[in-house]
DNA sequence: CGAACCCTTGATACGCTTCAACAAGAGTGG
DNA sequence: CCACTCTTGTTGAAGCGTATCAAGGGTTCG
């Protein structure tokens, strides 16, 4: 058996916790647009147009951004924390589908299309969420095209990402999804090596490979006889980036 | 055994064949931007501006829209005919993902993001499509900020309708995927009945459906078992709409 | 007519889930 | 401090869902 170094999630994720709960205490920061939309920084115009408009929630962990079938009206981004997008069901305890860690986009469609939510949002985390309101922002965007350039760019990469996800759940088994996510959230330390912590319990990280944790831990441990990496808790160790990248195929 | 009466899906996808392959010959109508952008009709001066852009193919069956790993300049949209997203392989046959009948939007966007695109896109009959260079269109999307949101629109219109196919994908079986597949593509016919005729290829369903064309066979007997849709060739009959929902679920 | 497709059906094999049991921390309260 | 519970991850055995392989029938086309 490996020596498990579990030290608990909860620790880690307290670090995000916020000191109040007060509604408009920490304001958006220039650098979460940045982070949101994109390299050139706003100009002075448009972040105080989107600095008007903006709602900022503090979300406590457990607690639902938006919930399906409520109809949508906001563009919602999660700042701090973390949220996941996915299914409660009376069943319970919530199928969860993707996570969205902060800063990024959480629901840039529904409301475009004057459309419910598709799925629940609800925070993993205490998170710091915001929300743009359509109707206003449309009328904005109308005067800044550059500024609706970004956001049509930002909805382009999250078609990006979700083709990349059905063609895995298309043409992949479960050992070669884990190894393209480990890939995909590896941080390179040699020319050969690499190294992944872990951010989620694994049993998130399973449900969003669409695996149960029994088969997740089975898969990890495949990898580990293979020699490819080396699972101490929640840190993995890549100990051959290339054979990874060529078993977990395009 | 139930008479299939298997007029062949040749015949039908002939109705689409072109008399001749000018480039030029049957321009791009205003009726196919309204198919692309949605109701409101385009205005005169939108109209020109994108009918001065765009660059119009006749692409014969079998042959490559795009390809996958080739720098994306444009936005691709069907106007008549189907192409298949999805995967080519040295291996071959052709790994379908999506198909996409005109008129519609095909992608965009790999464009956006200045990168390769996603996928191969392969004409499956012979299709009228049509690209618009993105660095013109973005500078004409600037003036015409309207037209930029109807674009917005339609990409999250994308991420909707992914959402769902990877929604399917993780929580429901072959069967329940099929249920739902036959519930979106159906016309209705009464009140508890419904009508699909299909328009391509079982085995090109199955791909779509991620699973193969023998399981597809047997989930559709299985439907039929239960009294809930009858097949015959390409002709599907839906028997009992309420009961295929409630078992399609979400 | 044979060749090349397509869809179907049956038998078998495999991947992954499900169910049950267990170990290791973390939080709680005596 | 320990006993207790809750949660998480791990492991093994059994079972379901779907793929794979092989065979046969129906059409279309040369």
Chains 1, 2 share one sequence.
Not at 6 to 18: K, Y
Not at 19 to 35: I, N, R
Not at 85 to 106: I, M, N, S, Y
Not at 115 to 142: F, K, T, Y
Request: charged share 20%; glycine share 8%; hydrophobic share 45%.
């Amino acid at each position: 058996m490996d020596p498990l170094d579990s030290r608990s999630l909860q620790s880690a994720h307290a670090a995000v916790r916020p000191a109040g709960f007060d509604a408009g205490s920490a304001l958006c920061q220039p650098s979460d647009w940045t982070a949101l939309l994109g390299m050139p920084p706003l100009n002075a115009s448009e972040l105080q147009a989107l600095q008007g408009l903006v709602v900022q929630h503090w979300v406590p962990a457990g607690s639902f951004v938006f919930t399906r079938q409520q109809p949508a009206t906001q563009l919602y981004a999660v700042l701090d924390g973390s949220v996941g997008l996915g299914l409660a069901r009376a069943d319970e305890p919530f199928h969860l589908e993707r996570t969205v860690r902060g800063p990024q986009w959480l629901d840039l469609a529904s409301a475009w299309l004057g459309a419910e939510h598709a799925q629940d949002a609800r925070a993993i985390n205490d998170a710091r969420v915001i929300g743009l309101p359509l109707q206003p922002l449309r009328s904005l965007l109308m005067r800044q095209p550059a500024l609706q350039e970004r956001l049509l760019v930002a909805l382009a990469g999250t078609v990006h990402s979700l083709t990349s996800v059905t063609h895995g759940l298309m043409h992949k088994d479960a050992e070669r999804r884990l190894a393209a996510w480990l890939l995909q959230s590896c941080e390179a330390v040699g020319e050969r090596q690499g190294r992944v912590a872990l951010k989620e319990r694994k049993r998130d990280i399973a449900a969003q490979l669409a695996i149960t944790p029994e088969t997740l831990s089975r898969m990890m441990r495949q990898l580990n006889r293979k020699g490819w990496i080396e699972v101490q808790g929640y840190q993995v160790q890549v100990l051959d980036l290339p054979a990874l990248r060529e078993f977990a195929g395009d």
